[in-house]
């Protein structure tokens, strides 16, 4: 096994762990109950990041264990912002606090990965309206859009990381490469197909 692989494997790990222990009002979701479909989505994010990354992410969510801090809750904690604002002024104040020099590097890669999703579902309609919208305005119940599930999510990471996840996003942006298309070709050539041309036909066919 590869040393990268090993990392996406301990990530996914405590990450899975968290996940399912999240606390939601009215029970468990289902989707905390279905560890395949989580193991796929987070493989595939993590496909686009570099090793420097993926080791930092861990080290995170190793700290974040013995902090008895819980990532995802924060994670939907912050999300929260957008889709329901009114609860979450009632929480604001138990989240991490989110450096101004750390939240401008966010805001850089939420714009960038909204670019290249919109780009994505220009290119891919079908599979594009499968996944999240691009835009916060897209929001509805139960499905964030990517802007709101990605600025939550960067909020979680140290200031290294969210350094780090800048780095392999504008470096990617310089050399052409669109991240969203690269993390749906790892999500679905883990469902069996070869390539994007060929998900998108089969889903045109399933509308």
């Not at 090793?51 to 809750?73: C, I, P």
């Not at 999240?132 to 990517?146: E, I, V, Y």
């Amino acid at each position: 096994m590869s040393s990268r692989t090993q990392l996406v494997q301990d990530i996914i790990g405590i990450e899975w762990d968290m996940f399912s222990n999240v606390h939601n009002t009215g029970g468990k979701a289902s989707c905390q109950n279905d560890r395949e479909d989580f193991v796929i989505m987070r493989k595939s994010q993590f496909s686009t990041w570099s090793d420097e990354t993926l080791a930092s992410y861990l080290a995170d969510l190793v700290k974040a264990q013995q902090d008895r801090r819980n990532l995802m809750s924060e994670k939907y904690g912050f999300m929260m912002e957008s889709t329901f604002p009114d609860e979450f002024a009632g929480i604001a104040d138990q989240l991490p606090t989110v450096s101004p020099a750390s939240m401008q590097l966010i805001e850089d890669i939420v714009t960038q990965h909204v670019l290249w999703k919109e780009e994505l579902n220009s290119k891919y309609p079908v599979l594009g309206t499968l996944g999240r919208a691009a835009r916060s305005t897209g929001d509805r119940m139960g499905m964030p859009s990517l802007e709101t599930y990605m600025r939550a999510e960067l909020k979680t990471y140290s200031p290294a990381t969210i350094a780090l996840v800048h780095e392999d996003t504008m470096q990617h942006k310089k050399q052409g490469q669109n991240d969203a298309m690269a993390t749906l070709l790892a999500q679905v050539q883990q469902c069996g197909f070869s390539s994007l041309e060929e998900a998108e036909e089969y889903q045109k066919k399933m509308v």
